[in-house]
Nanobody, 119 residues
Framework: VQLQASGGGLVQVGGSLRLSCTAS????????MAWYRRTSTTQRGLVVS???????NYEDSIKGRFTIHRDNAKNVVVLQMHSVRPEDTGVYYC??????????????WGQGTLVTVSS
């Protein structure tokens, strides 16, 4: 399974940015997809996750500013970022769980995409 993320870059405070991630390869059943981030002051932590049924879990600091969507037919997850702040600067990692034919869950990560918020 490969995860290809795109959309990172430089954005001004208060601006918007859209991250997209596509999962490809042998995916019997795709599970929860998510975005994590690592900042200069924190280790990699959950930003938001979304289940195949659309249930979401947002980290408190991004509630009301970021929105996650997924397309189950295309194995795509999108993070729409609005009203960005300097503390949103970091490397954003796409994640997906995959239910294998054996019934086990495998975890997969994208390579990370850098988001820089300038003031």
């Amino acid at each position: 399974v490969q995860l290809q993320a795109s959309g990172g870059g430089l954005v001004q405070v208060g601006g918007s940015l859209r991250l997209s991630c596509t999962a490809s390869g042998d995916i019997p059943t795709i599970g929860t997809m998510a975005w994590y981030r690592r900042t200069s002051t924190t280790q990699r932590g959950l930003v938001v996750s979304i289940t195949p049924g659309g249930m979401t879990n947002y980290e408190d600091s991004i509630k009301g500013r970021f929105t996650i969507h997924r397309d189950n037919a295309k194995n795509v997850v999108v993070l729409q970022m609005h009203s960005v702040r300097p503390e949103d600067t970091g490397v954003y990692y796409c994640y997906t769980g995959v239910w294998e034919r054996s019934g086990t869950l495998s975890n997969h990560w994208g390579q990370g995409t850098l988001v820089t918020v300038s003031s």
